[in-house]
């Protein structure tokens, strides 16, 4: 394929969460230099907001802010959301720095720091993880990496949506994503899916595992969305 007809490689977004005016244009500027597309909200109500909608790569997420804390925006993004978070604070404390870990952040950086630091942090957050390149559940194989599905050995063909669904569900077996979140990991952002798509896909992704000889692999939470039965 011509340069001219492959699509631009899509720039990771991150989402920075941070009051103070100057860290937060001195984090826009630099980000944006590194390669990243930059959204950035002076409130955690805001950035909750934009989390939602956006659904970003990462989230750089100050600690004191002035409606909610830092911790508490942590623990509410760890309730529904895998996406890494790297905490800016303004202590050192071991403590402070441990309980941090304890509600949902990946990684943390003590006021004040060098962004080329967090840069790096960044770029080491968003590194595809060798040991989840293949997701395996009890006979199923997910294979991020080659896009491929076994079952007991088997192949099973699924479209691109399909596939995205079932490795969502996979890398976290027994958690239970709602349909928004559904829409927003696989369809993204810039896609509005017909009202009743996850569902569809659902059941033809069902239907498919099912002819395989996996039953009763993803289950419906009524009224909240789907999940796939963790093993033992």
């Known amino acids: 394929m011509s340069a001219e007809g492959s699509p631009a490689a899509a720039r990771p977004r991150v989402l920075v969460i941070e009051d103070d005016p100057d860290i937060g244009r001195l984090l826009r500027l630099e980000l944006d230099e590194a390669g990243f597309e930059v959204e950035h909200h002076d409130r955690g109500t805001t950035g909750l907001i934009a ?6 790569d990462l989230v750089v997420l100050d600690l004191g802010l002035p409606d909610l804390q830092g911790d508490e925006i ?3 993004i760890r309730r529904t959301d895998s996406v890494p978070i790297i905490v800016l ?7 402070s720095k441990l309980r941090l870990l304890e509600d949902g952040a990946d990684d943390y950086l003590v006021k004040p720091f060098h962004v080329e630091e967090l840069v790096a942090r ?6 595809p993880r060798s040991d989840a390149a293949t997701l395996r559940l009890g006979d199923l194989s997910v ?3 080659a896009r491929e599905v076994r079952y007991a050995g088997h192949e099973v063909t699924l479209s691109p949506r399909e596939f995205e669904l079932l490795a969502l569900l996979v890398a976290q077996p027994g958690r239970v994503f ?8 696989v369809w993204g952002e810039r896609s509005v899916p017909a009202s009743n798509s996850v569902d569809v896909h659902v059941g033809h992704l069902r ?5 395989a000889g996996a039953h009763g692999l993803i289950r419906t939470v009524r009224g909240v969305g789907y ?3 963790s093993q033992g």
């Open 143 to 145: 294979d991020r990496m």
């Open 207 to 211: 239907g498919k595992l099912r002819d």
């Open 74 to 76: 942590a623990r509410r």
């Open 178 to 185: 709602t349909r928004e979140e559904i829409e927003r990991r």
């Open 227 to 229: 999940a796939v039965k």
């Open 51 to 56: 989390l939602r909608e956006r659904a970003p």
């Open 89 to 95: 604070t303004a202590t050192d404390a071991l403590g």
């Open 122 to 127: 960044i770029r080491v957050q968003l590194r």
